[in-house]
């Protein structure tokens, strides 16, 4: 029994004095010491002093704008799963929507609007908003978008884009400034009209206004300025992670579509690849009773012989 006990001791003394030279030996090599340059720190942002939104400047000299900037570009950076999502999908809807963008008119920096209000994914708000660019029911078939059970162009990228540049040009010509038309994209033009009669002020940066609008377009600069140089805020994407840019040709069709299962099939698809590339068809048939002019995209990969 003695010898036992004394036996135990000395493993036990020999245990305690490995562990401690074990741990020495970690501290040395296994452990980062995060004040050593080079190594990864969460830290402060420089913020710009100047910013270009649709070809009109913000100088960040009041305390109120540069903290609103320092703000958005802070949640934007640290999100990082977000942002790098935002990036590589932005590789992958960029082209199409500043072709369109260029075609009607509308300044190449709104691609960020549809940025920010869905991440460039067809979501729903709790309001009822729906796809890229977020629009209303009403919004859209006022301004000439099919939306109902069977059909819902809310979800077509091109036909979204096309409402959007229709608003935000009406937006602009009613309050004077591409600035203050992307605000009343989450605002309305009522709305902001009236913040800006009661304010005696012209200018969106001079607003007093609700969380929301007030944190709207600093969120699309902070994304701009992000997506325009990543690097310079840590992130370090190589091309062939991003998405790659959609491709694809369309067929026109102007007749009820009875089965699109079955019409995939005879376009060399599978069912999930057709409404993938046209997720504003919501049904397995397209209604057509007034012979209406569609356009189906077609992936040109997955184009079959």
Request: net charge positive; proline share 3%.
């Amino acid at each position: 029994m003695r010898y036992t006990t004394i036996k135990h001791f000395f493993i036990t003394l020999i245990f305690i004095c490995l562990t401690f030279l074990g741990y020495n030996k970690l501290s040395t090599s296994a452990f980062v010491d995060y004040n050593e340059p080079g190594n990864y720190k969460i830290q402060a942002l420089n913020i710009p002093t100047e910013i270009q939104f649709a070809g009109e400047s913000m100088q960040l000299i009041e305390t109120d704008l540069i903290e609103r900037m320092d703000k958005e570009l802070l949640v934007n950076t640290y999100w990082q799963s977000n942002t790098i999502l935002m990036l590589k999908r932005a590789h992958k809807y960029f082209p199409q929507i500043e072709k369109i963008l260029a075609e009607e008119g509308v300044p190449d920096d709104f691609k960020y609007l549809a940025l920010i209000e869905s991440g460039l994914e067809n979501v729903t708000s709790p309001a009822g908003a729906k796809g890229f660019w977020q629009i209303m029911r009403a919004t859209g078939r006022e301004l000439g978008l099919e939306v109902n059970a069977n059909v819902d162009e809310r979800y077509n990228i091109e036909l979204a884009t096309r409402v959007a540049c229709k608003y935000l040009k009406i937006a602009k010509e009613s309050l004077g400034s591409w600035t203050l038309a992307a605000a009343s994209y989450n605002r309305g033009v009522a709305g902001i009209q009236r913040i800006m009669k009661k304010q005696k002020a012209d200018n969106y940066y001079d607003l007093l206004l609700g969380t929301e609008t007030k944190r709207y377009i600093f969120r699309i600069l902070a994304v701009k300025e992000i997506v325009e140089s990543p690097e310079r805020y840590g992130f370090d994407i190589k091309e062939a992670q991003k998405y790659s840019p959609l491709q694809y040709t369309t067929v026109k069709v102007d007749t009820a579509i009875t089965n699109i299962a079955r019409f995939s099939k005879q376009m060399g698809l599978n069912y999930k690849i057709m409404k993938i590339y046209n997720p504003w068809l919501l049904q397995n048939h397209l209604n057509n009773k007034s012979r209406k002019l569609y356009h189906i995209a077609l992936p040109v990969e997955e184009v079959g012989p």
